[in-house]
């Protein structure tokens, strides 16, 4: 008897139309696309692969930012940074495209952690927004959420109505989603964007670490997702101050189904070092086994 693989039968294949396409600066786009069944099964960290034209039969991973699972719709922030971005990024609102998803493994919060600390960098952001909507749902957490960007970031910044001890004096640009949602938020970036602290994500995560006592250090847990040179000093941080982390890899994919294993990572496992497939043994990985 054979024990299917935990992704079998939880991916699906849907024509999605597009409902909504938001350009913003710095060749940043948010899609919305109705896609009832992967809306259903996404869970945050989880990603789809997305046909971008008719012409370009390689498909794109993207990060998932939303869902409604009542609306059926899913809502992706990318960036163009190649020519299958940039094909999707002149697709319009009625038009389809196809959506193969949700994969992946998605992040697993500890109710024994509930100070979650949440920190995206670039198109790093979306498993974020992702996380902190699913973990406001749940009163026992208490997400913070910190995002980095060396471009304009897609939506208006706005003045946190949200006070959060250890942050500096002076950051108070927040993410207008957020607030709304009760989740307090700062933003980060060295290209002096008013109300940004002017830095290092780490940098302002370690601050807000800094001002915690020992009780509630105890109770914290990072998630991130961002560059690699960015996860590699979350990770850091995680080690100074002993703290459990959760990392979501970008990396490069062709079936993003763990077919082709062209998205391996070496990871630290208990029986030694291991290959692994980012795109259905990941995204998500304990920050430790990935940068040991």
């Known amino acids: ?97 196809s959506v193969l998803g949700p994969i992946g493994q998605p992040f697993r919060p500890r109710p024994e952690r509930p100070r979650t600390l949440l920190l995206g960098g670039g198109v790093g952001i979306p498993p974020m927004v992702f996380l902190a909507d699913a973990l406001r749902r749940q009163p026992a957490y208490k997400p913070l959420v910190l995002m980095g960007s060396e471009v304009p970031f897609p939506f208006t910044r706005r003045p946190s109505q949200i006070l959060v001890p250890g942050i500096p004096d002076g950051v108070i640009a927040a993410m207008p989603l957020l607030e709304d949602w009760g989740v307090p938020s700062r933003l980060c970036s060295q290209q002096d964007f008013p109300g940004c602290f002017q830095g290092y994500i780490t940098d302002l ?45 970008e990396e490069f994919m062709a079936c993003a189904v763990g077919g082709c294993a062209g998205c391996t990572v070496q990871v630290e496992t208990e029986q030694g070092p291991a290959m692994k ?7 998500v990985f304990d920050a430790r086994a990935v940068f040991p």
């Open 205 to 249: 995560a370690r601050d807000w670490l800094a001002a915690l006592n020992t009780q509630h250090l105890h109770e914290v847990e990072i998630f991130a997702c961002g560059p690699h040179p960015m996860l590699e000093a979350v990770a850091r941080l995680a080690r100074e101050y002993d703290l459990p982390c959760q990392v979501s890899l």
């Open 1 to 97: 008897m054979t024990t299917a693989k935990p992704h079998r039968g939880t991916i699906q294949l849907e024509d999605a139309e597009i409902l909504d396409h938001e350009a913003h600066p710095g060749e940043q786009y948010i899609l919305r696309v109705r896609s009832p069944e992967c809306a259903r099964r996404a869970e945050p960290g989880s990603f789809a692969h997305l046909t971008c034209d008719p012409l370009l039969p390689m498909r794109r991973p993207l990060s998932i930012m939303r869902t409604d699972p009542e609306a059926g719709w899913v809502e992706f922030l990318y960036k163009v940074v190649g020519a299958g971005t940039r094909l999707l990024s002149r697709r319009q609102v009625g038009e389809s495209l």
């Open 277 to 283: 497939r980012v795109c259905v043994d990941g995204p």
